[in-house]
């Protein structure tokens, strides 16, 4: 039983609200969970703290993708129920707790700890947060729905645009013996679990803004001027029902999980080691051309990368269609990883370049697959379908850094690791987004048996 102040009905947008509210709320729990995605700053010192592999510790990053997706999965049918503002303020709690853990976890030197803070607990937060504002606003914006998506999942992608920097900061501060612009300088244990507890209790602060600001629309609502019969225009976009039960049954979500499998693994690999990356690749006699503060301002990068690709090409599949979309994601993909991993060497420009165009693929996929699904399984019960399908992104949470970390630790050890020791990894990488292609291809509109009948009123499960 809820407490009555996250009751749905207490979110219920009055007439005349604005649902170009609705974003910034949403923006607030993204950009707080998509921390997830700056764990690189922080890995090597993680590495050296704990006497570990970077297996070992990526293991963490790859606990909290896993839960993200199982979670999803789980508690999507109860996030589309009780509404955005009861998910976010779960959503917040869990994160936050899940940073306190780990950070007791670094504090004692138990590295499962630190697995059950920020991997476990940390994990289910960002699922439910991760999905909570998406449905919502498909909802509000029926006519724009790759848009929608673009700036529900953007923030996602911008959060370690903010979280990188900032906790290369925080580490100076609380280890004055570490240099973020000394290539050699990694930070002591005692930093990093005092940067997990200053992250765990701002996050809790920010999440809680975006859930006691959040509205869902009245039902019966929809934008001024827009006329839902434009769909039926358009072949791969159904105006029929589909359940969740009824969706994971038919051979689309199966050939969309894995779409999304090859194209997540093959960007979760680089963003899980970015900041090591970069370095490695320009290593020579030893010692890097890429300082520590430059490796973490290409994490910065990325995230921006990540975040326009976000908006900017969900946005570009309302015009050209998700399946073009998503041919464009697979298969440029695959070019460029193939310059990546044997010419990205050969200058520091390129290198970002490839990563960075790589990296908008990896999340104008994210952004833009809540629409597909919309597209062919309509709007009943989008949400809890995404978080069916993000088991996708739980499996490839494990895979991707698997095969990356698998061959670096193969090839010899960190921070003496240089571009040819990649190459194994990257080429992995273009088979994977060569399956995803051919899936894709694969997909057409939904059969008319999965519908649910035109004739009996849906229980729409509101977002």
Known sequence: MLPSFLARERTVA???????LIPPAALAVHLC???VYATSVYKTALVQHFDS???AVGVIFSIAIVMLGLSAALFGTWVDTNGPRAAMFVAALFWSAGFLVAALGIGTGQLWLVYLGYGGIGGIGL???YISPVSTLIKWFPDRPGLATGMAIMGFGGGALVASPVSGKLLGLYDSAYDSSDPSSVAGGDAVMMLFVTLGLVYL????FGAFTVRVPAEGWSPEGWDPHQVEEKRMVTTASVSADSAIRTPQFWLLW???FCNVTAGIGILEQAAPMIQDFFREGGSSSVSAAAAGGFVGLLSIANMAGRFVWSSTSD???RKPIYMVYLGVGMGLYLLLALAGSGATALFVLFAAVIISFYGGGFATVPAYLRDLFGTFQVGAIHGRLLTAWAAAGVVGPLIVNAFLDAQGTPGELTAADYRPALLTMVGLLAVGFVANLL???VDEKHHEPRDEPLEEVSA
């Not at 602060?205 to 809680?208: E, H, L, V």
Request: charged share 5%; no cysteine; glycine share 18%.
């Open 205 to 208: 602060a920010f999440m809680m």
């Open 258 to 260: 894995v779409v999304l």
């Open 127 to 129: 699922g439910i947060g």
């Open 319 to 321: 015009a050209i269609g």
């Open 33 to 35: 969970i998509g921390q």
């Open 53 to 55: 592999s970077l297996t």
């Open 443 to 445: 997909v057409h509109p």
């Open 14 to 20: 009055p007439e005349g609200y604005s649902r170009w």
